[in-house]
């Protein structure tokens, strides 16, 4: 597996791509991020990635996209790409503490009724259900989106080879529209994870870098950054 680090030349883009990949337009960074591996067959999804802003020595945001990459193979450069490329083949430990990043779309199945199928439901959004429009700013509902979003991720990280030590931050949330064909949209949500996990197993945790956390994956959603703090 590789970790990529991508910077996009500004000028190399339309003026519609530049305002889309700024403002964090997931279906147009993964375009141009599929550039890098223009041989793989378009049915496959041959990485993973996540959309930061840089930052400048101050800490400040520069306002330019900077991106993460997952790939099971080298990407290859490309015109308006520059592109940092390192193997990446962690070695873990059972019991190892990391701290890890993690931009995530939290959903869980929700019945549909007897014969119909189940669909996708934001966890975040399901979570604000029960309370009234008037509550839905209020601190309580804001809590129970938080608690909602952090019990998806602790429940399933056995599953994926890790836990929780301590409840990891929980921000950033944002729901996302992206425009398909017909007028139509594809819809989803993301948010960001920053904490501390304890490896349970090494060899399921490095599986679960390489294939990513949940869904909407081809979005800039899944990736796991890991390092040790």
């Given at each position: ?8 030349d ?6 519609e ?23 793989t067959?378009?049915?496959?999804r ?7 802003m840089?930052?400048?020595a ?5 306002g ?7 790939s ?62 008037g509550?839905?700013?209020?601190q ?17 990280a ?18 996302h ?53």
């Open positions: 597996m590789y970790l990529s680090s991508v910077r996009v500004l000028n190399a883009l339309t003026r791509q530049l305002f889309d990949v700024l403002e964090g337009g997931a279906y147009t960074a993964h375009q141009l991020l599929w550039t890098l591996f223009a041989d067959s378009e049915g496959e041959p990485f993973l990635f996540r959309q930061e840089e930052e400048a101050n800490g400040k945001s520069q330019l996209p900077r991106f993460y990459v997952y099971p193979r080298r990407p290859e450069a490309v015109a308006g790409l520059d592109v940092q490329c390192k193997p990446f083949a962690p070695q873990l430990a059972k019991g190892e503490r990391l701290a890890f990043r993690l931009r995530a779309n939290p959903t869980v199945a929700k019945s549909a009724g007897e014969g119909q199928r189940s669909h996708r439901a934001d966890v975040l959004m399901n979570a604000r259900k029960p309370f009234s429009p509550e839905r700013t209020s309580a509902c804001v809590d129970a989106m938080e608690t909602a979003a952090r019990e998806w991720l602790a429940s399933r056995p599953s994926w080879g890790f836990h929780l030590p301590v409840e990891p931050e929980v921000g950033a949330y944002r729901q529209a992206l425009p398909k064909d017909k007028g139509r949209s594809i819809r989803f949500s993301s948010v960001d994870y920053e904490g501390l996990l304890e490896v349970t197993d090494p060899r399921r945790l490095i599986e679960t870098l390489a294939h990513g956390v949940g869904r909407a994956k081809a979005f800039g959603c899944g990736l796991m950054l890991l390092r040790r703090p």
